[in-house]
């Protein structure tokens, strides 16, 4: 499962090379099995983008990808299997962007909120195939990948508002704002404008400080943001 | 939002006459006691009802012009006499649907009060049509996302316009607030939970949700206090069981 470790993003996998290459230089063919996956990750987004997941056969990545039929099967079972991998890589990608974001923002958990917001809009916005492979087509295969991430969005946010001892306990439920944000953002994806997601902000604001910080607060925070 | 770059949105068949009364060819079948041939008149509506019914037990995906053929009882010359191909007939059946839904929450919401009172029923009888056609609400929430491109801003296109009705009413309170995108933002709640619900089928007890979703419908534009109060007036109206 070694080789599986790497699509943490750029910015954690050179972290993890930087500490793990004193002690243990990687062999070159370990490199170049690794990057062989990292191109049939590519290639997945690259087809679902193109034709949806659906039409997408093997045939479709491994062309897109250059390696043979059988380097395909060496690295997973089926599509779908290649399809979860993918929406994976980029979710640890997105994990990644997002803890940046969060050591470089300041001490103000609401600031901080809106700091991993954009960074993750920005990334999501740079690479719309990912993007809709996440949010569209993985799900479609099997809707756990949603909840595997409003697991993790949900325990971010509340670790970092939790974190200031300021925000008020309103009443609206977390669960209920990553819907709200979930139905905002496929809804640009889905008609082909991830770029413009960044443009989305100060909504986004709003709806993750409603549930922590309360109705007042998440518009003037709103506000902000624009 | 911009549709500009929505180039399926402008490629949408137009849409036909919606089945006089929808009600009569719900799933499941049978149920209202009438022979069958006395109320599937026409080859449409039959093949529209063929198509919801096979989709509802097999999937979209899965599913045949030829399973639909055999579910209505018509050739396949009549099938393509009425529509292009099975996509074209999913979502013609899909929009008889909306309509009937859409038809039943403008009823519900047109009726006088205050408008936080006309949001509880508008949100209550969206709740109920649900619940009380639970395979139907599984073919147009989960299966219509499975279908393609035209099916899919088809949808888009369906939660704006019930958003829109927000927006329209809203404009009867003291204040709305500065939020760009705030129908969505309200309306998106309710979505994503009836979505989620449908999908792990607890479609029939969508009606139990009435205090919880009326609450965060309204939040975003009347804030807590006043959105707990209509949240508690929903719950008082819940029939007890």
């Known amino acids: ?226 | 939002m911009s549709d500009s770059k929505d180039p399926e949105a402008a490629k949408l068949a137009p849409v036909g006459d919606p089945p006089s009364n929808l009600h009569l060819w719900k799933l499941p079948r049978g149920r209202h006691g009438l022979p069958r041939e006395l109320v599937l008149q026409s080859q449409r509506e039959r093949l529209l009802a063929a198509v919801v019914r096979v989709t509802a037990k097999k999937g979209y995906q899965a599913s045949s012009v030829a399973d639909i053929l055999k579910e209505a009882g018509v050739g396949r010359e009549t099938f393509y006499k009425h529509f292009k191909d099975k996509e074209d007939c999913f979502i013609t059946a899909n929009d008889a649907l909306v309509a009937d839904l859409e038809a039943e929450v403008k009823e519900a919401y047109d009726q006088a009060g205050s408008w936080p009172q006309r949001v509880r029923r508008g949100l209550a009888s969206t709740l109920e049509w649900f619940a009380a056609n639970p395979e139907i609400a599984r073919v147009m929430m989960i299966e219509m996302g499975t279908v393609g491109p035209i099916a899919s801003s088809r949808f888009r296109e369906t939660f704006r316009r019930f958003t829109a009705l927000l927006d329209d009413g809203s404009k009867s309170i003291e204040e709305v607030p500065d939020l760009p995108n705030i129908a969505n933002i309200a309306g998106g709640a309710v979505f994503a939970r009836v979505y989620e619900e449908v999908a792990l089928g607890n479609t029939t007890s969508l009606p139990h949700l009435m205090p919880q979703l009326t609450f965060e419908l309204l939040l975003p534009y009347i804030g807590e206090e006043a959105a707990a109060r209509e949240r508690d007036a929903a719950q008082a109206e819940e029939p007890q069981p």
Not at chain 1, 8 to 24: S, Y
Not at chain 1, 112 to 132: F, G, M, N, Q, Y
Not at chain 1, 140 to 149: A, G, K, S
Not at chain 1, 194 to 201: A, G
């Open chain 1, 1 to 226: 499962m070694a080789q599986h470790s790497v699509e943490t993003g750029d910015e954690a996998e050179n972290a993890a090379t930087a500490k793990a290459g004193v002690l243990t230089p990687r062999l070159p063919q370990d490199i170049g099995i690794r990057s062989q996956r990292q191109r049939i990750l590519e290639a997945m987004a690259k087809s679902c983008a193109e034709k949806t997941f659906s039409r997408t056969t093997i045939a479709d990545i491994v062309e897109h990808a250059g390696i043979s039929r059988g380097t395909f099967y060496k690295h997973f079972a089926n599509k779908e299997e290649c399809v979860f991998a993918a929406a994976d890589a980029f979710l640890l990608e997105l994990q990644g962007v997002g803890a940046i974001a969060y050591a470089r923002s300041g001490d103000l958990p609401l600031n901080s909120v809106r700091d991993v917001i954009a960074a993750v809009l920005e990334r999501l916005a740079t690479k719309p195939e990912h993007t809709k492979l996440l949010l569209i087509e993985a799900p479609i295969v099997d809707p756990e990948v949603v909840r595997r991430y409003r697991s993790f969005v949900i325990g971010a946010l509340k670790s970092m508002l939790q974190a200031g001892s300021n925000v008020a306990r309103a009443k609206a439920d977390p669960e209920i704002a990553f819907g709200r944000a979930k139905v905002l953002i496929v809804d640009y994806v889905a008609a082909g404008q991830s770029e413009d997601l960044p443009s989305l902000l100060p909504e986004l604001v709003y709806i993750a400080l409603l549930p922590y910080a309360g109705q007042a607060a998440a518009l003037a925070q709103a506000k902000n943001a624009r």
